[in-house]
């Protein structure tokens, strides 16, 4: 639990007692750079970190206020990932990992978390509709430069990890759902694993989009064609609940699926796609089925 020069604050672990090893968070308030507002930086070490040489798997979280801690949550609901990697390992089901939360930028957080690829490639009626809801200029590129130029490199220089894409993982769910994949596609040499949590797969507002637009079917399906490319060892879960906002996604993750199927990627080798019945869009239901994402991704 000591602060170093480098401006880490230790943070006591959610909900544990004192006495227990659970880990221990590490505080960066906000990391340098130039390619979006500096965020808000939470770091999981897991128990016995500072004890060995051991080097570490690497998972970064969208949405990091919603990952840890109940009040800071918008919700007070959070993933609690870190409780779900303390029980894969005493399973013996992963090797731990070291959790890396970055926090969204509130109001601006669409347009952070958006695809600007399949943006690019939209119809002007398509791009009218995200124009709408994002106010401002999309910054999802900017938002990967981050991740990969500025916050990668500084964990990577800081703690024991394991860098190379097979041990890096990115999670994200709703529209950080969407920027995961971004990442996943556009960044195979950082990402090897990533989980798409309920993601937003129709990118503007479904009320706009309808049950099932063929035109953002076919975006998307160009899109994986033209970049996702050969499975390489990397592994893609996808999932969804039926309920709230997840009762608009099952034609769009169906399509996604027979999209990674036509490109060569095997079910349940190369990717997963899981539906929840019941299961609605909030961080309660993904924190049920995150211990199944992790164990499939880290396996």
């Given at each position: 639990m000591v602060a170093s020069a480098a401006g880490l604050v230790a943070l006591p672990?959610?909900?544990a007692p004192a006495a227990a090893d659970r880990g221990r968070f590490v505080d960066w308030p906000a990391v340098a750079?130039?390619?979006i507002v500096p965020p808000h930086v939470t770091i999981w070490l897991p128990p016995g970190y500072a004890r060995g040489r051991q080097r570490y798997g690497v998972v970064y979280m969208n949405d990091g206020q919603n990952v840890f801690f109940p009040d800071r949550s918008g919700y007070a609901k959070v993933?609690?990932?870190?409780?779900?990697?303390?029980?894969l390992v005493a399973a013996r089901r992963i090797d731990p990992v070291i959790i890396v939360a970055v926090d969204h930028p509130g109001d601006a957080r669409y347009r952070q978390y958006f695809p600007q690829r399949l943006y690019d490639m939209a119809t002007p009626a398509r791009r009218a509709q995200i124009d709408r809801l994002a106010k401002g200029p999309l910054t999802g590129d900017a938002y990967l430069r981050f991740l990969t130029q500025d916050l990668k490199p500084r964990v990577d220089r800081t703690f024991r990890t394991r860098p190379d894409p097979a041990h890096t993982a990115i999670i994200g769910s709703s529209m950080g759902g969407l920027i995961a994949c971004y990442a996943f596609v556009e960044?195979?040499?950082?990402f090897g694993r990533a989980a798409c949590v309920s993601t937003h797969w129709p990118l503007a507002d479904p009320t706009d989009?309808?049950?099932f637009a063929p035109d953002v079917a076919a975006l998307w399906s160009t899109y994986?064609?033209?970049?996702?490319?050969?499975p390489a060892g990397r592994r893609l879960w996808?999932?969804?609940g039926t309920a709230t906002l997840d009762a608009e996604y099952p034609p769009w993750q169906r399509a996604i699926d027979a999209d990674l199927v036509r490109l060569g990627w095997r079910r349940e080798r190369d990717f997963a796609s899981h539906s929840y019945a019941g299961a609605a869009h909030e961080e309660n239901a993904w924190a049920a089925r995150l211990p199944a994402m992790l164990a499939w991704l880290l396996a």
């Open positions: 672990a959610a909900g750079t130039a390619a993933w609690a990932a870190d409780r779900a990697v303390l029980a960044r195979p040499d950082v989009v309808g049950p994986l064609t033209q970049h996702l490319g050969r996808m999932d969804h």
